[in-house]
């Protein structure tokens, strides 16, 4: 891409707004050192997660309006549409002697314990429940179109 050609890439909205399609439906990889998670895009492609935010929350209509929704309630009902329907999977690091990384498990997140917990949706709700800040930062980066940009829209973005 010449200098001219990248100028005008970053002077123009595509460059900071625009995703790639694909990772947003499929989903992209967010890891935290040695355990990760797989992502779709939460915003306007994922058409199943406002649905089932909606059926989920239709029971609620009326103390919704009345601002009385309990806080558990509205954390339970967000806990469960994004386990179903943002988080497809997690995984975890494979480990040699010396703590370096062989490679990774996936569909496995480790316990307190070191017990390895398999990806189910109810997992993910429970582990969501025990670490209410991971469930607000997977959230935040699957609102944010920059964690679904390609490689070269990212770098002209500057991100």
């Known amino acids: 891409m010449s200098k001219e050609t990248k100028a005008q890439t970053a002077s123009n909205p595509f460059a900071h707004f625009g995703t ?4 947003e439906d499929s989903g ?5 050192g040695h355990y990760g998670f797989q992502v779709r895009r939460l915003g306007p492609s994922n058409k199943r997660f406002a649905k089932m935010l909606e059926a989920e929350m239709r029971p609620y209509k009326s103390i919704i309006k009345r601002n009385k929704l309990e806080d558990s309630i509205a954390d339970g009902i ?3 549409v ?3 329907t943002v988080l497809t999977s997690w995984r975890r690091a494979e480990l040699d002697a010396d703590g370096n990384r062989t490679g990774w498990k996936k569909g496995a997140m480790l316990s307190k314990t ?3 917990i398999p990806f189910t ?3 993910a709700i429970d582990l969501f429940v025990q670490l209410p800040d991971l469930f607000t930062e997977l959230f935040e980066l699957a609102k944010d179109s920059s964690t679904f940009r390609s490689e070269e829209e990212a770098q002209v973005a500057g991100n």
């Not at 790639?20 to 990772?23: C, L, V």
């Not at 992209?28 to 935290?32: A, G, L």
């Open 114 to 116: 070191g017990e390895d």
């Open 78 to 80: 967000n806990h469960k």
């Open 121 to 123: 949706v109810d997992n």
């Open 28 to 32: 992209v990889w967010i890891d935290f």
């Open 20 to 23: 790639n399609k694909k990772k």
């Open 82 to 84: 994004f386990a179903t």
